[in-house]
Structure formats: C-alpha cells, structure tokens
C-alpha cells in the first residue's frame, strides 16, 4: 500500500508523430543504422558487398554523396553499429571461417567514418554467435555482446578498447 501513496501516474505522447513518403535511396544493402550529424543532416550506415558502408544524407534524408566502404573487408555477413559519446563510432561486423557467424572483428572510426583502428574479437569460434551483436559505446562501457548456438541470449561481454581490441570477456550465467 505505501508504494501506492508514492506512485505517481505517468504518461507518453506518441513516439512517432508521422509517416512521410517513403524516400527511395537507389540502392540495396541491409542493416541499416542512421546516426545525427552536427549540421542537422544524418549518416547511414549500412552492410553491403562484405563491408560496412556509409553515406552522409541531408535533413530530408537525400543523399550527399555516394555510398563509400569504410571496413576495408570483403568478407562482413552482419554489422552491428554505435554512436561513442565522443561523436566516433564502433563497429563490430561478423564473417564466416567455418561455421556460420564464427569470427567478430572490430572497428573504431572518427566522426568522419575514417578508420583509426581495427581488431579480432574471434577467429573461428563456433561457440559464439557474432552476428547481430548489441554493440554499445557508452562513457562506462564500450563493446559488443554474443549469444550461443543453442540458447540465442546473450551469453558474454566483450570490452573493447580504444585500439579495437578484446580488453576482457566477461561471460554472463544461465540464461533465466
């Protein structure tokens, strides 16, 4: 009953206000992530050709330029992306060795995607799923989390450093 007395009612207006027209791009790729630019217009990103690429868009999402690779790779089947605090980005792609979305590799960019550094997460580690990784680039945290063949839940942590390195693997228990 006392949580009640404290409990005060809370309300959201609508998320989403409106649905413009759809905007057509003129071109294909998948997993895409927009991020705010400073001057109000926006970055997508986007997996394409085994890399990760990335074009600057206005305000009305019209492009600035072309599509450009920022990886470098050819062999990327998932990308995951973040927005640091500091306005560069973290990436975490996954490829295929053997078996499925074996390896992770890493990536740090500046805030104009140049690529400052890059790293192995795993090589061949069918014992984790790199593919559709939750990456976070956070002032506490920065890295990506991967979940098991058999369960799905995210099952460890990977801590990345500045250089795109594994810092530490934290794993997680059971899945509840």
């Given at each position: 009953m006392?949580v009640?007395?404290?409990?005060?009612?809370?309300?959201?207006?609508?998320?989403?206000?409106?649905?413009?027209?759809?905007v057509?791009?003129?071109?294909?790729?998948?997993?895409?992530?927009v991020?705010p630019?400073?001057?109000?217009?926006w970055?997508?990103?986007?997996?394409?050709?085994?890399?990760?690429?990335?074009?600057?868009?206005d305000?009305?999402?019209n492009?600035?330029?072309?599509?450009?690779?920022?990886a470098?790779?050819?062999?990327?089947?998932?990308?995951?992306?973040?927005?640091?605090?500091d306005g560069?980005f973290?990436?975490?792609g996954?490829?295929?060795m053997?078996?499925?979305?074996d390896?992770g590799?890493?990536?740090?960019?500046d805030?104009d995607?140049?690529?400052?550094?890059?790293?192995?997460?795993?090589?061949?580690a069918?014992?984790?799923?790199h593919k559709?990784?939750?990456?976070?680039?956070?002032?506490?945290?920065q890295?990506a989390?991967?979940?098991?063949?058999?369960t799905?839940?995210?099952?460890?942590f990977?801590h990345?450093?500045?250089?795109?390195?594994?810092?530490e693997?934290?794993?997680?228990?059971?899945p509840i």
């Amino acid at each position: 009953m006392t949580v009640l007395i404290f409990a005060s009612g809370v309300f959201a207006a609508p998320y989403v206000l409106d649905v413009g027209e759809t905007v057509n791009l003129g071109f294909g790729g998948d997993e895409p992530h927009v991020f705010p630019r400073e001057n109000g217009g926006w970055w997508l990103a986007f997996g394409a050709d085994g890399d990760l690429y990335v074009a600057p868009m206005d305000s009305a999402w019209n492009l600035e330029s072309e599509p450009f690779p920022v990886a470098g790779r050819t062999d990327l089947i998932s990308n995951s992306v973040a927005m640091c605090p500091d306005g560069s980005f973290l990436h975490v792609g996954a490829s295929t060795m053997e078996v499925l979305a074996d390896s992770g590799w890493s990536f740090r960019y500046d805030a104009d995607w140049n690529l400052v550094a890059e790293g192995t997460i795993h090589e061949g580690a069918d014992w984790l799923v790199h593919k559709n990784s939750p990456v976070v680039c956070g002032d506490v945290f920065q890295g990506a989390g991967f979940s098991t063949p058999d369960t799905g839940a995210c099952q460890a942590f990977v801590h990345l450093g500045q250089d795109a390195c594994v810092e530490e693997v934290r794993p997680l228990g059971p899945p509840i």
